[in-house]
């Protein structure tokens, strides 16, 4: 279904990266691309973000709502932005749809491949689209390097290693009741660093290396956790599509932050993608440089491109992320991570580090190896990285 007019286009979720949505939103409605149907959560907006509706050609109407079945009832939109807790994207993606919306679903999509599957097959009977916020998907460096990878740029590939060590404080893990965990209320959750904060880098490097989404991935993994409640804040996984090995380590317990990096390992030439930063580079088989096209496109858009043109393709459309749910339904059925043991942590003002644990991802992904396929730098912990 194409629309018209200039899409009319609710919030649900204005804080956290939800504040980034609404900024991309008011971005659009300033110049016409778009219209603010509403907005909807439990605390209202920043007072500058409401102040910036207001100032809309018709923003005083705008209803800014605390209960979003509620807003999605009265105003009914064209396009339907989910920026929430992650047990509670399917819930509201069915509203959505009921309220006849299409959808913006931040990554993940859902909680569980059944979900997914799911809001896949709702998705279609309504006749509606579904973008996922997989933002580096609109990434032209990241389309560059699939094309590299797609042409034999760098001769045959014999594997993909990301690499990311990330901050974060204990905070992080109680700002919210679901953060860190597997379940809450006997509803899946599956929220840890494989999952939501390097979510992207899994996505990543699975489109680098141009895998369909119908594939079959086999998936590896080893969970442990030091500031999490639950899940995993450090892991590393190692997923296989057609002998291709993928290997993703990272953690949360960095003493400092990297950007975080998707390394293609060629026969006959190497790719370094910063998906972060838009950074591309690295050498083809011929020996010639690489440096990648910066910017991207945003999700939103693309998602507003399409409907006026569907000649446009979706950037993340909702069936792109089944390669990627692959591996957040292993995690969720894993269960809890291990707690790493406290002779592997250190206290760095006060926040509890590893603090070899930048070098250990690093190695993972240039070796193509899990953390026990190592010599991990956390004595205390070998024991239970070989148990």
Same mark, same amino acid.
């Given at each position: 279904m194409t629309v018209d007019a200039a899409p009319r286009v609710a919030l649900l979720g204005v804080h956290g990266f939800g504040r980034v949505h609404l900024d991309g939103l008011l971005r659009l409605a300033g110049t016409g691309a778009v219209r603010v149907a509403g907005l909807a959560d439990p605390r209202p907006p !920043?007072? @500058?973000?409401?102040? $910036?509706?207001?100032?809309?050609? %018709?923003?005083? !109407?705008?209803?800014?709502?605390? @209960?979003a079945a509620e807003l999605l009832d009265r105003v009914r939109p064209d396009v339907t932005i989910v920026s929430t807790p992650i047990h509670t994207h399917l819930p509201l993606a069915r509203l959505a749809l009921a309220a006849g919306s299409h959808l913006y679903v931040e990554k993940p999509p859902t909680a569980s491949m059944e979900q997914f599957r799911a809001l896949v097959?709702?998705? *279609?009977? *309504?006749?509606?689209?579904?973008?996922?916020?997989?933002?580096?998907?609109?990434?032209?460096?990241?389309?560059?390097a699939a094309r590299l990878v797609a042409d034999g740029a760098v001769g045959r590939v014999r594997g993909i290693g990301v690499h990311g060590?990330?901050?974060?404080?204990?905070s992080y893990f109680t700002r919210a009741a679901w953060a860190g965990r597997m379940e809450l209320d006997g509803a899946p959750v599956t929220d840890g660093a494989l999952t939501n904060p390097f979510a992207h880098a899994t996505a990543s490097a699975l489109r680098v290396a141009g895998v369909a989404d119908d594939a079959e991935v086999a998936v590896e993994l080893e969970r442990y956790r030091v500031l999490s409640p639950e899940s995993d804040d450090t892991a590393?996984?190692?997923?296989?599509?057609?002998?291709?090995?993928?290997?993703?380590?990272?953690?949360?317990c960095a003493p400092d932050q990297s950007? =975080? $990096?998707?390394?293609?390992? %060629? #026969?006959?030439? $190497?790719?370094?993608?910063?998906?972060?930063? !838009?950074?591309?580079?690295?050498?083809?088989?011929?020996?010639? #440089?690489?440096?990648?096209?910066?910017? $991207?496109? =945003?999700l939103l858009d693309n998602l507003v491109a399409h409907l006026a043109d569907p000649a446009v393709p979706l950037l993340a459309p909702l069936a792109a992320c089944a390669?990627?749910?692959?591996?957040?339904?292993?995690?969720?059925? @894993?269960?809890?991570?291990? =707690?790493?043991?406290a002779e592997a942590v250190?206290?760095? !003002?006060g926040r509890p580090v590893l603090p070899d644990a930048a070098a250990l991802v690093r190695d993972c992904a240039e070796n193509l190896s899990l953390f026990s396929e190592l010599d991990p730098p956390w004595p205390a912990a070998r024991g239970a990285l070989a148990g």
């Open positions: !920043d007072p @500058d973000a409401l102040e $910036r509706v207001r100032a809309l050609p %018709g923003g005083a !109407d705008v209803p800014v709502l605390a @209960d097959a709702e998705a *279609a009977a *309504a006749g509606r689209v579904c973008q996922v916020g997989f933002q580096s998907f609109g990434s032209h460096a990241l389309a560059h060590a990330w901050v974060r404080e204990r590393a996984a190692r997923l296989t599509v057609d002998g291709l090995p993928i290997v993703v380590a990272v953690t949360l950007p =975080p $990096r998707i390394v293609v390992h %060629g #026969e006959r030439g $190497r790719l370094e993608l910063e998906y972060t930063t !838009d950074t591309l580079t690295g050498r083809t088989a011929d020996g010639a #440089e690489v440096s990648g096209p910066p910017g $991207r496109a =945003p390669p990627f749910m692959h591996l957040l339904e292993a995690v969720r059925r @894993d269960g809890p991570a291990r =707690p790493l043991p250190v206290l760095l !003002d």
